[in-house]
């Protein structure tokens, strides 16, 4: 919280305070030897010299005179700059506190999130940087927002990338096979999204099957048989508990709330589990 060496000076220590005494004052007396050496002026005590002198030294007076409203100029000046810098170390001090009881705040509904959807721990601060990447103990944001001003915030990224993607999918829905390639991609957009977001699956809390897709690398997927794209869905709601804490939750973008997909393509997913599945209570890794 830096700022001009003038801040914490008094005003008497103001090198503008003395020079609005200075120029009138020196202007002043300028004029007034000009006056004493151009005119042939004689002492007079009496009434008449001393309207004589007001007459004569007129200008020089005006000049004088004028130190008063130039020191009110100065003081006020320096009035408006103390008042702007406690302003602004107000708003710092205010900036800082509310940075750390934001992010508290959020810890706090992480917290929540790792027990309601069986997450693995994970230090809170990465995801609040991830979502509010322009944050930091001087500014503070309460709304998810992008680095760059037109940039779209990463939940809304996500969404609307999720958002076409099912979209896709949906739409050729009994018209055509949709093919294995076209689910892998969806499901490594899944994948890609939900370890951004730190939506790590703990396999000791799960009650459902836990699966290691070929395309996944060492991700594990929420599964079950009757519901391939349970995780999908269990990510929709995380994502939007999430986002309801950076945004007015009637402006929150929503991700689609289903995936029509025609039986052929179903299928197709229910064998994307890998060679590999986990044991949801031991955490072994188990050979199909």
Known sequence: MGGNVTDNKSLFQLKRF?????????????????????SDLSYRFDYIGVNNFLVIF?????LLALVFPFVALAASSHRSEQTKKQISLS?????????????????????????SFCLRDFNHRELYSMLFPINSPSYVEFVCKGVGSREPSK????????????????????????????VEE??????????????????????????????????????RESDPFLHYYAFKSYIEFVGSFGYDYSKLKRIKSDVRLNEVAADVVRKLEGPWEQDPHTGEMLEN
């Open 91 to 115: 708003e710092s001090q205010n900036s800082f506190a509310n940075y750390f009881k934001h992010l508290e705040e959020f810890g706090k509904i992480v917290d929540d999130l790792k027990g």
């Open 155 to 182: 939940i809304e990224m996500i969404v609307d990338s999720l958002n076409q993607k099912v979209s896709s999918l949906n739409e050729r829905n009994g018209e055509e096979e949709v093919s294995m390639v076209e």
């Open 186 to 223: 969806f499901y490594s957009l899944l994948v890609g999204f939900s370890q951004e977001m730190r939506f790590f699956p703990d396999r000791h809390e799960l009650s459902h099957r836990v699966l290691v897709p070929p395309f996944a690398g060492k991700y594990m997927l929420i599964f």
């Open 58 to 62: 007129k200008v020089p007076i005006g």
């Open 18 to 38: 003395w020079l609005s005494i200075a120029v009138p004052v020196l202007t002043s007396f300028l004029v007034s030897f000009v006056i004493l050496g151009n």
